[in-house]
């Protein structure tokens, strides 16, 4: 059993260092992937703190240096909303990302935030099996790196503290109850998200300090931390976070990227 690689903490200065080191960090992993795989499979977080990174990766030089038509675009969660509504993780990707770069239309798999939730976590379970293969239930897809960010309640993807998802051990894709106000969600679960060859959880403000501090350096307990359910069976996890969120950590871990 070939070791677990330790989790790598990069520390930037801000939330732009962050996005910045992010899309340096994913064009070199694209060309990897597509080099060893011949196409490279992403799963996109939602929330506020990616869209400096999907700004970017929008932007040249990025933009012209990923292989965007070997790209296989996932989500790892999704509100149920219509895509066209303002919380949507597909919509706020389509309008920062998706409408500036020549990814194959026919290689964007959203969660479809329009259906009911369980017929929508169905449906992507199978578009999971058909384009990366197996079947739901059976051993978890690889995805070759999944996007994440980080609540202040230390919630990643849509798996709340407290919620039936994080024990999940058969379903690829899950369709929690709702975990307070607002729309459901539909996210991938604790077996998929572990099997990733890579997991970055971005992280940045100083108003996510204590829990980056509680989850990094604190007691397991993945019921009320589900962001330290983060344990890549053979792949890495890395935190990619700003200073400000790094602000409670020891400081032998301060050190800057
Ligand atoms: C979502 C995300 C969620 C997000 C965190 C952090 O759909 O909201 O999947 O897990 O990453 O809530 O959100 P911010 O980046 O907005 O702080």
């Not at 409408?99 to 259906?115: F, K, W």
């Not at 059976?138 to 024990?167: C, I, K, Q, W, Y």
């Not at 890495?236 to 950590?249: E, G, P, Y």
Request: hydrophobic content about 45%.
């Amino acid at each position: 059993m070939t070791a677990r690689p330790e989790p790598v903490l990069r520390i930037l200065p801000d939330a732009a260092a962050v996005a910045a080191a992010a899309a340096a960090e994913l064009a070199a992993l694209a060309a990897r992937a597509v080099a060893e795989r011949g196409r490279v499979v992403l799963a996109l977080a939602g929330g506020s703190t990616p869209g400096a990174l999907y700004r970017r990766l929008a932007e040249p030089p990025c933009r012209d240096a990923l292989p965007w038509h070997r790209v296989e675009l996932f989500w790892g969660d999704e509100r149920m909303v219509p895509p066209g509504h303002p919380d949507s993780n597909y919509g706020m990707a389509r309008a920062v990302l998706l409408e500036a770069v020549p990814v194959d239309p026919g290689r964007v798999h959203r969660i479809r935030g329009e259906d009911p939730p369980e017929q929508a976590a169905e449906d992507y379970e199978r578009e999971l099996a058909r384009v990366l293969g197996g079947a739901p239930g059976g051993p978890p897809p690889a995805f070759d790196l999944v996007l994440l960010g980080m609540g202040a309640d230390g919630h990643t993807a849509s798996l709340f503290p407290g919620s039936p998802a994080l024990t999940e051990r058969r379903r690829w894709v899950v369709a929690p109850p709702a975990a307070g106000p607002g729309p459901r969600r539909v996210s991938l679960g604790p077996r998929v998200l572990n099997r990733a060859r890579e997991l970055w959880v971005l992280v940045t403000g100083r108003d996510k300090a204590a829990t980056l501090a509680a989850a990094l350096e604190g007691p397991r307990d993945p019921e009320r931390l589900p962001v330290q359910l983060l344990a890549p069976d053979a792949g890495r996890l890395v935190w990619l976070v700003d200073r400000a969120a790094a602000a409670c950590l020891a400081r032998s871990r301060r050190t800057p990227a």
